[in-house]
């Protein structure tokens, strides 16, 4: 049996009181901006997201990942103990002050890392797992591809700048869902405000997280800075049951970069509500069925689907039904037969699975050797027509007898 494509547009009318997304977005003065609701997966702002840019101690974020999975592996304890080399203890910048008679624990230097941005602790780091920073680097770029970080790449555990070193705001984001959702143990150190390190930095104690006192509800990532990459922030917060991400980079100072962090957040929070767009069980479309008792089958939503939606908009949400057919029976209630892409102006299209909502039988002897049977005739016709056709040209290309 032949198959084909066939797509049916759904009327707003059928998504009654559910609101469409109008074409608007923050404008955002970073040089390079990505937010995302995770709880939704949906895309709230993108400016330049796939572009490698300068990520500065941003890029702090891909070692800790590194030292994550080092200890969900059982390499090391948070009580395992690092040397600190010469190099390390070399290192400018931010810092905690370690020094080559030093022995801090993992624990520690994931404190040092997140909350005093420690340079030094860095390289601690990636020496204590690769051996050399620069091998530690390669790694961090492998494992950044492996994780669909395709515009990455590190030429050292800091940020520290290098030419090498470049991150989009998206993979950036990317890498910020996995600290958050593959390592929920060990994101509590994120939301540390100090960490007065032997008392050895007073006045580097504090974590730069520019959110934390603003009430939004921000509990981590980390902050970035050099005068390559500008101001940049990878943060999370978290409302009711909603939490966004989002990156800025490229901001011309941290007054800059706390007040356009707030902005974006509150835009997140504020300007989109969830509701439920489509219920479990909903019928959305029906379409024709091949040799069965029924003529045609209706397709339901197998769960409630809810999605991001602005509170300031006034339309139908539009959607596309979508499947290969004739679909033939027997089906089964249940049957995953099609999708249903949910189109909303501005962000990204949510494509979702239509189950029957009914059984339908096969049809007994005589419909099916009926419905055979007509089929074949209307081929026959429509062969016989291809042949009238050509016949009719030949003797339309003829020339005429001449007496």
Known sequence: MRRCHVTARLLTTLLAGVIALPAFAFETSARSAYVVDLTTNTVLLEKNAQVPLPPASMSKLMTLNMLFEALEDGRVSLDTQFNVSQRAMDMGGSTMFLTTQDRPTVEELIKGIIVLSGNDACVVVAEGLGGTEDAFASMMTQRARALGMENSTFGNASGWPHPAQRMSTEDLAILAERLIEEFPQYYHYFGIEEFPYDGRAPDNRFNRNPLFDLGLGADGLKTGHTQEAGYG???????????????????????????????????????????????????????????????????????????????????????????????????????????????????????????????????????????????????????????????????????????
Request: hydrophobic share 50%; glycine share 8%; charged share 20%.
């Open 233 to 403: 922030l990878v943060g999370s917060a978290m409302q009711g049951n909603r939490r966004v991400v989002l990156v800025v980079s490229g901001l011309d100072s941290e007054a800059a970069r706390r007040s356009e962090s707030a902005a974006i957040i509150n835009f997140a929070f504020r300007q989109f509500v969830m509701r439920t767009a489509v219920e479990s069980g909903q019928v959305i479309a029906e379409i024709p069925v091949w040799l069965g008792e029924a003529q045609t089958v209706a397709l339901a939503a197998p769960q409630d689907v809810e999605l991001l939606i602005p509170v300031t908009a006034h339309e139908g949400i539009k959607g596309e039904v979508t499947w290969s057919g004739p679909v033939e029976a027997p089906i089964s209630k249940g049957d995953e037969i099609a999708t249903f892409t949910i189109v909303r102006e501005g962000m990204s299209d949510t494509v979702i699975p239509l189950v029957a909502a009914d059984d339908v039988a096969a049809a007994g002897f005589l419909p099916r050797f009926t419905t055979a049977a007509g089929q074949v005739f209307s081929m026959a016709r429509d062969l016989a027509g291809i042949g009238a056709g050509a016949e009719a040209e030949d003797a339309a290309t003829e020339e005429p007898a001449v007496n």
